[in-house]
């Protein structure tokens, strides 16, 4: 059951995100934009859960997907309210292209935002956006994807690993294609440097991915 739930989750991902045409200077205008244009089979990133529309807002069908948030409750007893919302996720971390501009050198984020053109555009670049459960988005941060021992278990059946100590996620094999192609978009776009290691690791899961869709073609 969990191979035919991973082979569905990833054609929805992959259907959903091609490469976009249309552009846009605001981060907050692409967030409007892509929640508006959502495909109604779409499914979160890491998690492969159905969403659904909320008046305006998008959740997550946790029964869809096994998702069980890691953190019921934040530290001060609140109802964690990420775990029950969709947010867009940038795969490459507005941290990590960020931080590869000036403007984040003399003042961070908030820093870009303001002053400069190519960050916005960047940071509102929905070829670099995907749909994640709020929670698991937050856990990502701006850790590096990598390979890690042990089991799936953080958040029920909700495949991804994430390890806080050495700052590394592992994502379900559904969601490394998309993730891969990104992270190209991001290089050939903005030039966006990647690490020697990310690109061996991204250059394996894409050669997977070729090798799993070549065996489904036979």
């Known amino acids: 059951m969990d191979m035919i739930r991973y082979i569905l989750a990833f054609t929805a991902i992959m259907m959903c995100f091609g490469v976009y045409a249309e552009q846009f200077t605001r981060f907050s205008t692409a967030k409007k934009h892509l929640i508006k244009t959502l495909p109604s089979n779409a499914k979160s990133l890491y998690c492969g859960c159905d969403i659904k529309r909320q008046g305006k807002k998008l959740i997550p069908d946790p029964t869809s997907c096994g998702y069980i948030p890691r953190n019921t409750y934040t530290r001060s007893g609140k109802v964690n309210v990420r775990a029950l919302r969709i947010e867009w996720e940038h795969i490459v971390p507005a941290w990590e292209f960020g931080h590869q501009l000036q403007c984040w050198q003399d003042g961070g984020r908030k820093n870009c935002v303001k002053n400069s053109a190519k960050f916005r555009k960047m940071e509102a670049d929905i070829n670099n956006l995907a749909p994640a459960i709020g929670e698991v988005n937050a856990d990502r941060s701006n850790f590096r994807f990598g390979m890690l021992t042990g089991e799936a278990n953080q958040y029920g059946r909700c495949p991804v690993k994430v390890n806080f100590k ?51 073609t036979l």
């Open 166 to 216: 050495q700052r590394v996620v592992e994502p379900p094999f559904y969601a490394r294609e998309r993730i891969v192609k990104a992270y190209s978009y991001m290089q050939k776009t903005y030039g966006l440097k990647i690490s020697k290691k990310q690109q061996q690791l991204f250059n394996a899961w894409q050669q997977q991915a070729l090798a799993k869709n070549k065996n489904e």
